[in-house]
């Protein structure tokens, strides 16, 4: 179970958003006051590289449920296991420069103290949000609502992984 819990904190925290985008643009364009569109013809080509993954993902969970012969199970598994390290991939891919309007981010965006600051957090964003355009929140909005939806299928799928690997629970009697 605790190699279930490590494995949902790890991919949590890499498909952060802000932690990717700090990592991605430590010196970047903090100073800069021109906001940049995110690009959503990249983000829903990922988006479509990403939901031909999780039909191939399906069809090996399908595969997985239906096998009887453990070593064939375990073999199903690991491919399964490869296609979700691609896939995550492919969302990492979506956090590039502008792709999710996080240009701007930097260093100590997830609470990192500065001069004048007395201890961070997401109160700096509120002046982040108010330089877009109407169309550029719109635009953010709509790949934030992909990505969310993103997010939970590869949780699902982690949590299959992990059912199938451990195999059915004891009963309790």
Not at 7 to 24: E, G
Not at 78 to 95: D, I, L, N, P, Y
Request: net charge positive; charged share 15%.
């Amino acid at each position: 179970m605790k190699k279930f819990v490590f494995i949902l904190a790890l991919f949590t925290a890499l498909t952060s958003p802000v932690l990717l985008a700090a990592s991605k643009d430590a010196t970047g364009s903090q100073g800069s006051s021109s906001q940049q569109s995110p690009d959503t013809a990249a983000f829903d080509k990922n988006l479509a590289q990403f939901q031909e993954q999780m039909k191939v993902m399906q069809a090996q969970m399908d595969k997985i449920r239906n096998t009887q012969d453990p070593q064939e199970r375990q073999k199903l598994l690991q491919q399964h296991w490869e296609t979700m390290q691609s896939a995550m991939r492919t969302m990492h891919g979506m956090w590039g420069p502008g792709m999710m309007g996080y240009g701007r981010m930097g260093p100590g965006m997830m609470g990192g103290a500065g001069p004048g600051c007395c201890g961070g957090g997401w109160g700096h964003m509120g002046g982040y949000y108010s330089q877009m355009t109407p169309e550029q929140l719109r635009k953010r909005q709509y790949m934030t609502d992909q990505y969310l939806h993103m997010q939970q299928e590869m949780m699902n799928n982690m949590m299959w992984q992990q059912q199938y690997r451990m195999g059915p629970p004891a009963s309790a009697q």
